[in-house]
């Protein structure tokens, strides 16, 4: 099987523009969560989607969005860019039924924000 | 999800068994333990989970305690590539649920 992929691996924006990020997950998984990790904080929770509806949410401002496809594909949004959204996005799929409900990682998406 | 207590880091001889300890005092019956693994800023990667028992995979094995409050994640023959954060996680094994993701264990492998 396909791992996790993630579009683009690196993107350079400039404050107040906003960036799109893509998760395509392992054939099959239809829960996709995204994670931000900076040196300061390391990793943390953005929000899941399962079958195209946010069903669990971390404590990030409204800037950071998301949206889930029909085909379990999921999308990240960040508008209004700040330096400090400079980080390593990760998504992370699993099957979402609850039962063997391992999480795997896509490899990220860097972002530096100049 | 409870929380867990890693070691900051550790060195370990190349072909020789690293064990990593983890605490989670406050774990909960139905949580499970998780080991994922960073290798330089790329995606963590899964290693193995378990509940009670101990279990092992071609990764690593788990030894869990009988109270359950700390686990052991064993490599038994640590080669230089498995350098790499080491991250110890409990979490209920439920759908729509997070990783709580703590400091880790930053591995070093030494020739």
């Known amino acids: 099987k396909a791992g996790v992929t993630q579009t683009p691996r690196y993107l350079i924006k400039t404050r107040g523009q906003q960036v799109t990020l893509s998760c395509s997950p392992i054939?099959?998984?239809?829960?996709v969560s995204w994670y931000q990790q900076t040196p300061g904080q390391g990793l943390q929770f953005l929000f899941e989607?399962?079958?195209?509806?946010?069903?669990n949410k971390g404590n990030f401002p409204g800037r950071f969005s998301g949206r889930q496809f029909s085909n379990s594909r999921s999308e990240m949004n960040v508008s209004t860019l700040e330096l400090g959204d400079s980080a390593l996005y990760l998504c992370?799929?699993?099957?979402?039924?609850?039962?063997?409900?391992?999480?795997?990682f896509g490899p990220g998406t860097r972002l530096l924000v100049l | 999800d409870a929380k867990t207590t890693q070691p900051p880091s550790m060195d370990c001889a190349e072909g020789r068994a690293a064990n990593l300890p983890c605490n989670h005092s406050?774990?909960?019956?139905?949580?499970?333990v998780y080991w994922y693994r960073q290798i330089h800023s790329q995606g963590p990667q899964y290693i193995i989970h378990?509940?009670?028992n101990n279990e092992t995979n071609e990764m690593a094995s788990l030894i869990i305690t009988e109270d359950r409050k700390s686990s052991t994640l064993i490599l038994p023959h640590a080669t230089l590539r498995d350098t790499a954060v080491y991250y110890c996680?409990?979490?209920?094994?439920?759908?729509?649920?997070?990783?709580?993701f703590g400091g880790g264990t930053r591995v070093l492998v030494k020739p």
């Open positions: 992370a799929t699993s099957t979402g039924d609850g039962d063997g409900e391992t999480q795997y």
């Open positions: 054939s099959g998984h239809r829960s």
């Open positions: 989607y399962f079958s195209e509806t946010q069903r």
């Open positions: 406050t774990i909960s019956g139905n949580e499970y």
């Open positions: 378990g509940l009670k």
């Open positions: 996680i409990v979490r209920v094994k439920a759908a729509g649920n997070k990783l709580t």
